[in-house]
């Protein structure tokens, strides 16, 4: 495991720009079944794809403790951490105050914050605090498929990071899997969450369009049933 460098953290500065809306995935991620789920610390909680399938989802772990993979993932995190997708902030509260999670849902920013982390209810895909300052970002329990646009996400993200960033992907346990998905959250009974996109990849889709964004792959790994990846951002030109 490599050990944290001594950065200082982004300064958080106003969270957001005064009076602009959470993105359309917002209402979504914000819907009841999601809020109380993680209000209870479990599920059952899906995510439905228009066909009717189900991706179950992992809410216990995520409202527990760090497991032996996060622990693992969290070792690997150099100086300032920005959780993208934090959910309930398990990570965000292990990381103390060199990390910050961003999240569209206001249950999991809460959650986040009574956890003891910072947390600030966004998009990725908004404006943030330390845009290009940023040395670890965090991309776990499925949060590549932010968007249902792997390119946009990693374009983005290439963005927030330092030039000699890294970034820390959970992919899919399926190595080939690359998938773009309309879903719902849903829960066994009550109305569920309005569409949003998403993507599913395992690691080799993974590295195949990180290679095309010019991202290199500097490790993977798996931990139980995890499977992770260790990406560095594009050269940038001289």
């Known amino acids: 495991m490599r050990a944290a460098r001594a950065t ?3 300064r958080l500065g106003p969270q957001r720009p005064p009076g602009r ?14 809020a109380d789920a993680l209000r209870a610390g479990r599920g059952p909680l899906f995510l439905r794809r228009t066909d009717g399938w189900l991706l179950p989802l992992d809410v216990e772990r995520w409202c ?5 993979a996060d622990l693992e993932v969290l070792g ?3 100086g300032t951490v920005l959780d993208v997708g934090c959910g309930p902030g398990r990570l965000v509260a292990a990381l103390g105050g060199r990390a910050l999670g961003v999240d569209v849902s206001e249950a ?4 986040t914050v009574r ?15 330390g845009t290009g300052r940023w040395d670890t970002a965090l991309l776990l329990d499925g949060n590549i498929g932010i968007g249902g646009d792997p390119h946009a996400l990693l374009a983005r993200l290439a963005r927030l990071l330092t030039a000699d960033g890294l970034l820390l ?8 899997v690359d998938e773009r998905l309309t879903v719902q959250l849903t829960a066994p009974h009550g109305t569920p969450g309005a569409p949003f996109p998403w993507a599913r990849l395992g690691t080799r889709a993974l590295l195949r369009h990180a290679r095309s964004s010019g991202w290199r792959a500097t490790d993977r790994w798996s931990e139980d049933t ?8 594009p050269r940038q030109a001289p």
Request: net charge negative.
């Open 8 to 10: 200082a953290t982004p």
């Open 115 to 129: 956890r003891g982390g910072r947390a600030l209810r966004a998009s990725v895909f908004d404006p943030l605090p």
């Open 21 to 34: 809306p959470l993105p359309a995935t917002d209402p979504a991620w914000s819907a009841d079944p999601y």
């Open 169 to 176: 992907v959970e992919t899919a346990p399926y190595p080939d």
């Open 108 to 111: 999991a920013v809460a959650h």
């Open 76 to 78: 690997r995190c150099e």
């Open 226 to 233: 995890r499977t992770f990846v260790a990406l560095r951002p």
């Open 64 to 68: 527990a403790e760090p497991d032996p």
